[in-house]
């Protein structure tokens, strides 16, 4: 049984996230003082932790960087905050995923799923996966299929490909394809996903309907295989 660790200050929220975490067959250690929650990931390794930012002794941000120094344990950041800025402040200090306050205790549990499934995805041997990169070659195929990618668009798909599930703004993809933009808008990131997308969906035929790259609200973009 995979043990998650959930701190958050909200009671009520907290009992009910774990009762649906329970009904979906995780141990959970449920926490409303971040300094109580961090002793805990000191004493016993868990499976994933659900983290809000606003914790009383030590909050999400600070918790989330100690833990990221030693380990890669799975973070999902839980806030009420909206603004841009704190999401993107958030995954770069090492979280794998971000949900905005108020959220289904639904959507919450299968965000827990998508991780740790996307956890052991990165177990299984590498000619299991759908995608073949050639970096040499800056080439990509599926399932045999290659891509007529650009040079930009191989560059993001091999950041999403590496990094199956994390979520990256749009000004990290823009540095990643060129470090040395200053004054390119970052929405031009938005183009080059359309058509990565597309030529992504155009020899995908199986899977021609997932939406490969997500878009995150307020953040940037994740790229996700298809559920089993």
């Given at each position: 049984m995979k043990?998650?660790?959930l701190?958050?200050?909200?009671?009520?929220?907290?009992?009910?996230?774990r009762?649906?975490?329970?009904?979906?067959?995780?141990e959970?250690s449920m926490?409303?003082d971040?300094q109580?929650?961090?002793?805990?990931?000191?004493?016993?390794?868990p499976?994933?932790?659900i983290?809000?930012l606003?914790?009383?002794?030590?909050?999400?941000?600070?918790i989330?960087r100690?833990?990221?120094?030693?380990?890669?344990?799975?973070?999902?950041?839980v806030?009420?905050?909206?603004?841009?800025i704190?999401r993107?402040?958030?995954l770069?200090?090492?979280?794998d995923?971000?949900?905005?306050?108020p959220f289904?205790?639904k959507?919450?549990?299968?965000?827990?799923?998508?991780?740790?499934?996307?956890?052991?995805?990165?177990?299984?041997?590498?000619e299991?996966?759908?995608f073949?990169?050639?970096?040499?070659?800056?080439?990509v195929?599926?399932?045999?299929?290659?891509?007529?990618?650009?040079?930009?668009?191989f560059?993001?798909?091999?950041?999403f490909?590496?990094h199956?599930?994390?979520v990256?703004?749009?000004?990290?993809?823009?540095d990643?394809i060129?470090?040395?933009?200053?004054?390119?808008?970052?929405r031009v990131?938005?183009?080059?996903?359309?058509?990565?997308?597309?030529?992504?969906?155009?020899?995908?035929e199986?899977?021609?309907?997932h939406?490969w790259?997500?878009?995150v609200?307020?953040?940037g973009?994740?790229?996700?295989?298809p559920?089993d």
């Amino acid at each position: 049984m995979k043990h998650i660790i959930l701190v958050e200050d909200e009671v009520e929220l907290a009992g009910l996230v774990r009762d649906y975490l329970e009904a979906a067959g995780y141990e959970v250690s449920m926490f409303h003082d971040g300094q109580e929650a961090y002793n805990s990931f000191l004493q016993r390794k868990p499976s994933l932790m659900i983290l809000d930012l606003m914790v009383p002794r030590m909050d999400g941000l600070t918790i989330c960087r100690k833990v990221r120094e030693q380990s890669d344990l799975p973070i999902i950041m839980v806030t009420a905050r909206t603004e841009e800025i704190d999401r993107v402040l958030g995954l770069n200090m090492g979280a794998d995923d971000y949900v905005c306050k108020p959220f289904s205790p639904k959507e919450l549990v299968a965000r827990v799923q998508a991780v740790l499934r996307r956890l052991e995805r990165k177990s299984e041997p590498e000619e299991n996966d759908l995608f073949r990169i050639d970096k040499s070659q800056q080439r990509v195929w599926y399932k045999q299929k290659a891509l007529n990618l650009t040079p930009t668009e191989f560059r993001l798909l091999e950041l999403f490909l590496e990094h199956v599930g994390q979520v990256y703004s749009r000004i990290q993809l823009l540095d990643h394809i060129n470090p040395d933009s200053f004054d390119v808008a970052d929405r031009v990131i938005d183009s080059h996903i359309k058509n990565l997308r597309r030529k992504i969906s155009e020899v995908a035929e199986d899977d021609s309907r997932h939406e490969w790259v997500q878009a995150v609200y307020g953040v940037g973009y994740r790229f996700e295989y298809p559920n089993d």
